[in-house]
């Protein structure tokens, strides 16, 4: 089966600085990668995700870049504002698929 | 549109007990999913139903179950509970149709405490 692995699992930045997120995989045939960002006692929210037709993805201050050959995909948050304090996901799968293989997450602190 | 509805957001339980948690789709999503989320090992794939029926499972023991309505809502059923069942579970929610753009819609999860 699938395996997602995430690091680090800690990461801490000043604000406005940039935050990068790694992920890598195991299985060739996941195509669809999506990025969730939990905060503290709420529900995962979909940030970005990205398919494997593409390379990167942005989205205001939040891209996303994919290296299918590698299998490694990663998340850089550009200018970070405290509110992006979180704890992130990255997740692998198939397209349509809803059973996503996630990573063990990253607690990202934003410190004003 | 509403979002995706669990009951109850807490529960404590006691080993050997049995549980069931309740999961209330977006309106129009046909596909439900359960993941188990606890620290540091992130959120585990359970199950996922479609039209009433289980669609995919994950490598949980038989001691998880769950169940898919007539109007998409779902339940799961956690038997002779143990100790390590002690997380947060949260179900999601999707259009089903597995379309390229169909994503994951969460609820704010039960947790579950067992003692």
């Known amino acids: 089966g699938e395996n997602v692995e995430q690091h680090p699992s800690t990461l801490s930045v000043q604000e406005g600085d940039s935050a990068v997120i790694k992920c890598t995989y195991s299985d060739s045939a996941s195509n669809y990668f999506p990025w969730y960002k939990q905060e503290l006692g709420k529900r995962p929210q979909l940030i970005i995700d990205?398919?494997?037709?593409?390379g990167e993805k942005k989205d205001q201050r939040i891209a996303v870049t994919l290296n299918k050959t590698a299998k490694h995909f990663s998340l850089h948050i550009t200018e970070t504002q405290p509110e992006d304090s979180a704890v992130y996901f990255c997740a692998a799968g198939r397209t349509g698929a809803n059973n996503l293989f996630f990573g063990t997450g990253t607690r990202l602190t934003v410190i004003p | 549109k509403a979002g995706v509805t669990q009951t109850p957001r807490y529960l404590i339980k006691t080993r050997g007990q049995q549980v069931t948690l309740s999961c209330s789709p977006i309106?129009?999503?046909?596909?439900v999913s359960w993941y188990q989320q606890t620290p540091g090992q992130g959120l585990q794939f359970l199950f996922e139903?479609?039209?009433?029926?289980?669609?995919n499972k994950g490598n949980f023991p038989g001691r998880f179950s769950g169940r898919q309505f007539s109007n998409s809502r779902s339940e799961m059923n956690v038997s002779t509970l143990e100790l390590g069942d002690s997380a947060l579970y949260l179900c999601a929610s999707s259009p089903g149709s597995r379309g390229p753009n169909e994503k994951l819609f969460f609820g704010s999860g039960t947790q579950l405490s067992v003692l």
């Open positions: 990205i398919r494997s037709n593409v």
């Open positions: 309106s129009g999503h046909r596909s």
């Open positions: 139903y479609f039209s009433e029926t289980q669609r």
